[in-house]
């Protein structure tokens, strides 16, 4: 599949790029905002919660009925979970 068409492809489930980066990165930003708190926190963890948030983001902007989404969100969990280590 050409970029192209991988973008158009991604649209349909993930939203508009635009608005879905958006709305990413001001969630990450409220995250961010708890300085202390986050830094208990492992460099595991911490990616976990991130890729969780870009997955939130796609479901509010994109179609929140696609399985990927949610499935993705479950497993970044179990890896945060067992990322205290990194």
Not at 30 to 49: D, H, N, T
């Amino acid at each position: 599949m050409n970029p192209e068409a991988l973008v158009s492809e991604r649209g349909k489930t993930h939203g508009d790029w635009e608005k879905q980066a958006r709305l990413s990165q001001s969630l990450k930003g409220c995250i961010r905002l708890a300085q202390e708190p986050i830094r208990k926190l492992s460099k595991g963890q911490q990616e976990a919660l991130e890729a969780i948030l870009v997955k939130v983001s796609r479901i509010v902007c994109g179609d929140p009925c696609t399985a990927d989404h949610w499935n993705d969100i479950a497993g970044y969990a179990v890896l945060g979970r067992d990322s205290q280590g990194l």
